[in-house]
């Protein structure tokens, strides 16, 4: 008999919603912002991609917008959804470039880097 396993919760308390499909996003990438022990950069914040984000981004060494068909990545651009490095979104914020996240699909975890009052700045889906 299989084990089962309890659904990913989100900073909401209930269960994770998938983040994007297209593209594909998530350490597993399977849509969802999930995590596991492996996931050393806590890719669990579901964020819209903005312009000034990705230049931003770009700007500290980190390229999301530029495709890398060697593994698999399409690069994104401006309203793509993607899990982002919880470590990284902070870093954004400090800097006034944070995008805009959806709650309902960041993983619980982005709570041990990101305190729940700033993600909440951030959210699309509050209301």
Same mark, same amino acid.
Not at 54 to 72: C, I, Q, V
Not at 75 to 98: I, N, S, T, V
């Given at each position: ?19 994007? !499909? ?33 230049? !931003? ?35 954004? !914020? ?12 960041? !993983? ?20």
């Amino acid at each position: 008999m299989a084990l089962r396993t309890a659904p990913s919760v989100n900073v909401l308390g209930s269960r994770l919603v998938p983040c994007s !499909h297209d593209p594909k996003t998530g350490f597993f990438r399977n849509g969802s912002c999930d995590t596991c022990a492996e996931d050393r950069g806590s890719h669990t914040v579901c964020a819209v991609m903005s312009a000034e984000f990705l230049a !931003h981004s770009k700007y500290l060494g980190n390229d999301l917008s530029t495709p890398r068909p060697e593994f698999g990545f399409p690069g994104l651009k401006p309203g793509d959804q993607w899990c982002l490095c919880a470590g990284r979104f902070l870093q954004a !914020h400090d800097e006034d470039a944070a995008p805009k996240i959806y709650l309902k699909s960041t !993983h619980q975890r982005a709570l041990e880097i990101v305190p729940l009052a700033i993600l909440r700045r951030y959210a699309l889906d509050l209301g």
